[in-house]
C-alpha cells in the first residue's frame, strides 16, 4: 500500500468528502466529539461532496468538508496546513456566517441548528499542551453552557507524538492516521473501527484513478511553489535586517542570532557595506 498525505487538500477531501464512505467522516465526528452510546452519530449527509478541480493545479471547488447529521446538526471539517494570519477571527465568522444561514426569510430563530466546527491544524495554534481541545461559550463564572450552538474543536498536529504502539483510543488511531498515513506501508494491526479501517483504504493511491492522482501531484507541487516563495520573503527580509545591523556595527553573533544567517553569507554582506 502506498497512503496519500491526508494534509493534502486532494487527499483530505476525496477521503472526508466520499459521499460513498460516509462511515468515514462518522466515525471521525464521533471519535472528536466523544460521542458514545444513543448520542453518537449514525447518519450525515455531506453537504460539500469531492470534486475534482476543474484546472490541476488550482484549489479543489470546496473549501472544507460539511455535513449534516438528522438532528439538522451541521459539522464543518477543515484542514489547515500553516498559520494565516487572522486565522481565529475566520473561524468564528465562517462558523457563524454558516449558522446563520440556516435561517431563510421569515423561518423563525428556534429552527438554528447547532454548527460544530472542527479544525485539523499542522500548527500550534493555542497556549496548551492538548493536541485536542474544544471550545465552547459559557458563562465566566458559573460555566453555564446556556448558548449551546456554536462549538468549536482543535486537533493540533505538532503536539501528537503517540507511536503506533502507543494508541488506545480511536481519536488517537485517527489523529496518527492524519499525521502518518504517508510514511506508511499498510494498516497498523491495531485498527478495528470500520470508518477508520475505510479511511485508510480510501487512502491509498494504489486504488485512486490517474486524474486523481495527477491532481494530487499538481497539489503537492503548488504547496512546495508556495513553500519556496514563503521562504524567498523570509530570506530577502533577514538580509535587509542583516545589512542595517552591520551598518550599526552589531557584532557577527547578533546578527545570526536575529537573521539566521550564517557566518559566510554575514562576511559576503560586509563585504558590500
Known sequence: MEFADIKNDIAFRKIFGNEKKTEILISFLNAVLKLEGNKKIDWVEILTPYQMPIIFGAKSTILDVRAKDLAGNEYIVEMQVTDKAGFAKRVVYYTAKNYSSQLNVGEEYYQLKRTVFIGIL???????????????????????????DLDFNFIELPKFNKTENELKTLIEKWIYFIKNAKNLSVIPPNIDDKGLKSAYTEADKHTWTQKDLHAYMCELIRETDQKTEKMKVIETRNIEIAKNMLEENEPNAKIIKYTGLTLEEITELRKGI
Request: charged share 35%; aromatic share 12%.
Open 122 to 148: 499542522n500548527f500550534e495554534f493555542l497556549e496548551t499542551d492538548n493536541y485536542l481541545s474544544r471550545h465552547l461559550i459559557l458563562d465566566v463564572e458559573t460555566l453555564e453552557h446556556k448558548l449551546k
